[in-house]
């Protein structure tokens, strides 16, 4: 038998460098303290595409044309576990690793890659934001801890402003997608330019759900990830006409191995329940779930297709995508029908929504008026100069929605919240 020295194979984004760990397996040496002749193999997968390859790229990529980029000594770890931290990685590029010790064939390949933590924010960075967002403004912002991911990480939820009329902002549902780096900003600077409008109408946000697989992400995934780390779809758990099967992208949604899997029951995950407790707790007037991919979404606005023959409701959903495309691109035609289409599946957030007669969306991106756009976040080209873009069209969207709901002249008790 071919026993490797060397098992566990790990590689994760740190500080702009890529740590790269394994563990001394038990058919190594057992008096080996150190590993004397580590060899470290790296080589950058230059054709990998975001959004097309997943794990199947890398099977069988050959080490013997990947250059050496460590060789020597490294001590392990309580015996057993060895690390070293690549310094020489490109933001941007996704690399392949191996180890070898002892004159033993390497181990792996373990891809990762270096993303850009302005662009992709840690679930540190965006806690770090939220917990901003309520000290500078104690009056106006309260922070709660909605509920525990799979992995047992806080969802967080932000009320901001008073209690009704409301808009609802969810993000990151699906983890290679979008939210919390459009949606603080665009919250901090309402706040700070624009408090008028937190006045007279609130934001109930939920900045990311899928807070697990979206760390996985940052922390260098190479591959787009939709499920949380059950391998369910949030945007297929929620109660609402559950038991239908949805075959959207030709996948199955009653099928385990499928990215867009249902779970075992309706709510059966716990960011599903956390949020759908939260908005119970905090009314609104419409949600928008930030969508599309790699930070960026954008003026498209897919309702639930259990909404399209409500007459009522289908006019309030074009009156609100109507007035959040209009801060987010004045330029568009003033028919917003081109821009809303009614196609999320059973099971979805806006499906759910549905339910108690609040008009929600999904928002996309449009291929015809954002095709450059889509071009740059659909294989994670996302930068900071189109991150800044968008992050002006979706304050300009939240803001024209807050106007609206300020002036609708529903007769709500609006007192804003308590420290």
């Not at 941007?92 to 004159?103: I, K, L, N, R």
């Not at 108690?356 to 999904?362: H, I, K, L, M, S």
Request: proline share 5%.
């Amino acid at each position: 038998m071919n026993r490797k020295p060397l098992t566990r194979l790990r590689a994760r984004v740190e500080d702009g460098g890529v740590c790269v760990t394994a563990y001394k397996s038990t058919g190594a040496p057992a008096d080996a303290k150190a590993f004397d002749a580590v060899r470290i193999h790296r080589k950058e997968a230059t054709d990998f595409v975001f959004g097309t390859d997943y794990e199947e790229y890398f099977d069988g990529t050959d080490w013997r044309d990947a250059p050496v980029v460590f060789e020597g000594s490294l001590p392990a770890q309580h015996e057993r576990k060895v690390t070293w931290v690549d310094d020489g990685v490109e933001v941007g590029s996704t690399y392949a690793y191996w180890v070898s010790a002892f004159d033993a064939a390497p181990v792996g390949p373990i891809p990762v890659k270096v993303r850009d933590r302005e662009v992709w924010w840690s679930y540190a960075r965006i806690t770090q934001e939220a917990q901003g967002l309520q000290r500078d403004y104690p009056d106006r912002v309260r922070l709660e801890h909605i509920g525990r991911s799979v992995r047992g990480r806080d969802i967080l939820g932000l009320r901001i402003g008073p209690t009704r009329p409301a808009l609802g902002l969810v993000g990151a549902v699906h983890a290679g997608e979008s939210g919390a780096e459009l949606m603080l900003p665009a919250i901090r600077r309402i706040l700070s330019a624009r408090m008028d409008l937190i006045e007279a109408a609130g934001i109930v946000a939920i900045p990311v759900l899928n807070v697990d697989e979206r760390e996985r992400l940052v922390r260098g995934c190479p591959w787009y990830l939709r499920t949380n780390a059950n391998g369910v779809d949030l945007n297929r758990n929620f109660p609402a006409e559950w038991e239908s099967v949805s075959y959207a992208y030709g996948l199955d949604s009653s099928d385990p191995d499928s990215l867009t899997y249902r779970g075992p029951h309706a709510a059966s995950e716990p960011e599903t329940r956390a949020l759908m407790e939260f908005l119970d707790s905090a009314p609104i007037d419409v949600l928008y779930a930030f969508h599309c991919l790699a930070s960026i979404c954008g003026g498209r606005f897919l309702g639930p297709a259990c909404g399209k023959e409500d007459a009522g409701y289908v006019r309030s959903c074009r009156q609100f995508a109507a007035t959040y495309l209009e801060g987010f691109d004045p330029e568009a035609p003033a028919d917003s029908d081109k821009a809303l289409s009614f196609g999320t599946a059973s099971g979805s957030l806006p499906a759910w929504m549905h339910g108690g007669g609040v008009p929600a969306f999904d928002l996309e991106i449009s291929a015809e008026r954002e095709s450059e756009a889509l071009a740059q976040c659909r294989e994670d080209h996302t930068d900071r100069t189109l991150l800044g873009d968008y992050r002006e069209r979706h304050f300009r969207g939240i803001a024209a929605v807050l106007e609206k709901l300020a002036g609708s002249g529903k007769r709500y008790n609006a007192v804003n919240i308590e420290k």
